[in-house]
T-cell receptor
Framework: AAGVIQSPRHLIKEKRETATLKCYPIPRHDTVYWYQQGPGQDPQFLISFYEKMQSDKGSIPDRFSAQQFSDYHSELNMSSLELGDSALYFC???????????????FGPGTRLTVT | ELKVEQNPLFLSMQEGKNYTIYCNYSTTSDRLYWYRQDPGKSLESLFVLLSNGAVKQEGRLMASLDTKARLSTLHITAAVHDLSATYFCAVDMYSGGGADGLTFGKGTHLIIQP
């Protein structure tokens, strides 16, 4: 079965640079979530989108922005990168939206971002 | 602020033994999730518990939810080495939007020794 696709899988950037992470949800899934997991930490929710509109917002820094496109893929844009942004970034997808949510979130393989 | 607490955070056990991981959360929610994560890998969904009294079983793992006590348990029966991993419970913040982010516990690092 098709899974969530994330690209790139690994990314190395220097401080103050920008990065863009991409997420392609499972086909027919209309909801995307972004999470950040630091080394040895639990995943922290950043932001979610349903039908291209922001749905819920967590601990996303102001330096980060995200959007969902008409084909339901999503991009997380990160600017002025800091050493503390080094983490695994997961995208998850689900289907159903607010009226008939399926609740279960399926996670992608993650993008490992290293900021030097 | 929603808080999710797991215990124990570290657990080393022998194959063949039984054990239980506990997950307490601070807000009224009837949706509780269990995930497994191997080192450096993604999160694999194990169970989605959607109502008080829900019980689900898959192989040697069984999860239950008591929404009144705000408690979920993950029980491991006759552990085998392949179950070594980090187990997270998570609760949805439930803003009513249907695309609510999950709040995770700190995770239980489980090592099963032969």
């Amino acid at each position: 079965a098709a899974g969530v696709i994330q690209s790139p899988r690994h990314l190395i950037k220097e401080k103050r640079e920008t990065a863009t992470l991409k997420c392609y949800p499972i086909p027919r899934h209309d909801t995307v979530y972004w999470y950040q997991q630091g080394p040895g930490q639990d995943p922290q929710f950043l932001i979610s989108f349903y039908e291209k509109m922001q749905s819920d917002k967590g601990s996303i820094p102001d330096r980060f922005s995200a959007q969902q496109f008409s084909d339901y893929h999503s991009e997380l844009n990160m600017s002025s990168l800091e050493l503390g942004d080094s983490a695994l970034y997961f995208c998850a997808s689900s289907s159903g939206g607010p009226r008939f949510p399926s609740y279960e979130q399926y996670f992608g393989p993650g993008t490992r971002l290293t900021v030097t | 602020e929603l808080k999710v607490e797991q215990n124990p955070l570290f657990l080393s056990m022998q194959e063949g033994k039984n054990y239980t991981i506990y997950c307490n959360y601070s807000t009224t929610s009837d949706r509780l999730y269990w995930y497994r994560q191997d080192p450096g890998k993604s999160l694999e969904s194990l169970f989605v518990l959607l109502s008080n009294g829900a019980v689900k079983q898959e192989g040697r793992l069984m999860a239950s939810l008591d929404t009144k006590a705000r408690l979920s348990t993950l029980h491991i029966t006759a552990a085998v080495h392949d179950l070594s991993a980090t187990y997270f419970c998570a609760v949805d913040m439930y803003s009513g939007g249907g695309a609510d982010g999950l709040t995770f516990g700190k995770g239980t690092h489980l090592i099963i020794q032969p």
